[in-house]
C-alpha cells in the first residue's frame, strides 16, 4: 500500500485559519481541509489578497499542506437547491465561482461540495450547479469531492447525471448518524475510482440522529470505524484520510480536556491504522 498522507478538518478545531494550521501541524498532521472563512455572507474572505498570504505563509512555515476547501458556507445557505436564473440560485454560482478562485490562489487540488436536494425540482438544480462546477473544475485543475448524507442510490443518480470526473468525499459516520445506509455498503459501491478521501469519524449510537456533532475518539464508538479501515485496505485505497471529529465537543470533551492533545491522539490511531 502505498503511504498515506493524514489530514484534519479545519472546524474539528475550535480555533480557526492560520492558528488552526499550526496546531494541526504540532500535532503532527500532514495537510487540513479548511472552510470558507465565512464565505459569501463574510465578504469571501478567502479571496482577500492579505488573507491569502497569511495562509500561504504559515502552511510553507509549518510544513502543513492545504489538502482542499469545503463550501460549508454554501451548504449552509442551501442556495444549490435553486435554479441558475434565480436570485438565490446566482449566489450559488457566485460562490462556487469565488471556491475555485480561492483554490487555485492557495494551491488547492480538492473541493468538497455538500449536496442535499430535498425534492426533484432540487436535484435538478443540484445536477445543473455541478456541472457549471464541473466547467469551473477544468479551468483550475482542482477535484470536485460531492459529500451528501443521501441513500447511496441516490449519490450514485447524481454522480451518473455529470461528467464521470466528480469524485466523493466518503464519511465513515453520517449514513449512521443521519440513518441512510452502511458505510461500508458504500465504500464497495463507490469503490476506489470514485472516492477522493475520507472522513475519519466516530461517535455513540446514542448521537445518531441528525443535528447531533457530538464525537469519541476514533476506534472508541459505535460506528464500526475498525471494520472500515479493514475494508478501505483491504479494496488498496491510498487517498488522504481527514479526521473530522470534534475535539471540543462533548463527549469527548467536557472542557476539561486538551483538544490539541485529542486530535494528537486521534492522528497515532491512524497512523496505526494505516502503517507505512
Known amino acids: 500500500m502505498t503511504e498515506q498522507r493524514f489530514g484534519i478538518c479545519e472546524w474539528s478545531l475550535p480555533v480557526s485559519g492560520p492558528l488552526a494550521m499550526r496546531l494541526a501541524a504540532e500535532a503532527g498532521y500532514d495537510g487540513m481541509q479548511i472552510g470558507e472563512a465565512g464565505g459569501r455572507q463574510m465578504g469571501y474572505p478567502l479571496n482577500n489578497r492579505r488573507v491569502r498570504e497569511l495562509y500561504r505563509e504559515e502552511a510553507a512555515r509549518c510544513g502543513l499542506r492545504l489538502h482542499s476547501l469545503n463550501l460549508g458556507a454554501l451548504l449552509a445557505e442551501g442556495t444549490l437547491n435553486y435554479g441558475r436564473d434565480t436570485e438565490r440560485g446566482g ?14 490562489a492557495l494551491d488547492i487540488h480538492t473541493i468538497v461540495i455538500t449536496v442535499e436536494p ?10 445543473s450547479h455541478l456541472r457549471f462546477a464541473e466547467e469551473l473544475a477544468r479551468e483550475s485543475g ?3 469531492a460531492v459529500e451528501s448524507a443521501q441513500p447511496v442510490e441516490e449519490i450514485l443518480r447524481l454522480l451518473n447525471e455529470l461528467s464521470g470526473e466528480t469524485k466523493v468525499c466518503m464519511d465513515l459516520l453520517n449514513p449512521l448518524r443521519f440513518g441512510t445506509g452502511d458505510p461500508r455498503e458504500q465504500i464497495r459501491l463507490f469503490g476506489e475510482e470514485r472516492i477522493s478521501h475520507f472522513h475519519m469519524k466516530d461517535s455513540i449510537r446514542s448521537l445518531f440522529q441528525r443535528g447531533r456533532r457530538g464525537c469519541v475518539l476514533l476506534g472508541r464508538g459505535d460506528a464500526g470505524y475498525r471494520q472500515s479501515v479493514e475494508l478501505i485496505r483491504e479494496m488498496g485505497f491510498s487517498c488522504w484520510m481527514i479526521t473530522e471529529n470534534y475535539y471540543h465537543l462533548p463527549p469527548m470533551n467536557d472542557g476539561t480536556r486538551d483538544f490539541a492533545a485529542l486530535a494528537a491522539e486521534d492522528l497515532k490511531t491512524l497512523r496505526a491504522s494505516f502503517p507505512s
Open 91 to 104: 449566489w450559488a454560482g457566485e460562490s462556487l465561482t469565488n471556491g475555485f478562485a480561492a483554490c487555485r
Open 118 to 127: 430535498p425534492t426533484e425540482e432540487a436535484f435538478t438544480n443540484v445536477v
Open 142 to 144: 482542482v477535484e470536485i
